[in-house]
């Protein structure tokens, strides 16, 4: 397969680099005003490019239990004038993304890992949470600084001897994604606010926030089981043992909100 040296090169880097977040965490490379909302139409744009990319999934199980848990969380989060949409999509990568506006794209791969509804709730409040807390902007306003980070990262391990096939083999994970939305990384702190304001989303909307702990405990355990066939610099991101830990710091109080909201 032959693949532009140059997106292949930019793509396999947001691609890894966003693995270590909740795989997909990507942002919208493409776009940056100060205000999520105004990203909104174009951000709309480029979930309907998505959907004809990538099939729609028909999984009546699957497709419920987002309707479901969609429902519960939207009613939470305050995003005035979204036009809320959640789709699942046909693809085994564990991933899942929000986008300002109410798109909201669920893989097939990630419902293995939630097990139930309070799961995907954690899912999709830590993703929404991105979204309300502006990390889109905030990330693109970094961009530049990051695509030339990436870079330096690539041709360092190209120099270090990582095979192309292995750098492929990420890209074809993750490229879907990468290429029809333009992903960026979160960064970590970003990360760890949206765990944050995730876990109180999902237990106003009457879901146990203690089932994020377990959902991103399974995911650990999953990258782990993962890394022999990835590159060791994707199974031993940093962020894994800050994020339980930071959940487990903010579990008490998103405990007591859960309580007032249980339903
Ligand atoms: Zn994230």
């Known amino acids: 397969m032959k693949i532009n040296k140059k997106i292949s090169t ?12 909740l795989t997909s965490c990507a942002s919208l490379e493409k776009i940056y005003t100060p205000s999520s909302n105004s990203l909104a139409p174009q951000a709309a744009k480029q979930f309907q490019e998505y959907k004809k990319k990538i099939k729609v ?6 497709n419920a239990q987002l309707r479901r848990v969609g429902n519960r969380i939207k009613s939470v989060v305050n995003m005035p004038g979204a036009q809320w949409e ?23 791969g990630i419902f293995s890992l939630t097990k139930n509804d309070a799961g995907l709730a954690a899912v999709i409040g830590h993703e929404l949470a991105h979204v309300t807390n502006n990390h889109v902007g905030k990330q693109r306003a970094r961009g530049i600084s990051l695509i030339g980070a990436g870079l330096i990262t690539d041709i360092a391990l190209a120099r270090s ?30 990360e760890l606010e949206s765990d944050t304001v995730g876990l109180q989303y999902m237990a106003k909307a009457g879901y146990n926030p203690k089932e994020a702990l377990n959902f991103w405990k399974r995911f650990q355990a999953y990258k782990q089981k993962k890394g022999s066939n990835q590159p060791e610099w994707l199974s031993t991101h940093p962020i894994d043992s800050t994020r339980i830990a930071n959940i487990e710091a903010h579990l008490d109080a998103a405990m007591a909100l859960y309580r007032q909201n249980r339903r």
Do not use: C, W
């Not at 999934?57 to 699957?62: A, C, F, G, I, L």
């Not at 999509?89 to 669920?106: H, L, Q, T």
């Open 10 to 21: 930019f793509y396999s880097l947001s691609t890894l680099i966003t693995l270590g977040a």
């Open 57 to 62: 999934s028909r999984n009546s199980k699957y």
């Open 86 to 108: 959640f789709v699942v999509f046909e693809d085994s990568s564990p991933n899942a993304f929000a986008m300002p506006g109410g798109k909201i794209g669920v893989h097939t």
């Open 161 to 190: 001897g990582k095979s192309n096939s292995t750098r492929r083999a990420v890209q074809g994970a993750y490229q879907p994604l990468a290429s029809i939305l333009g992903v960026l990384p979160y960064s970590r702190n970003h």
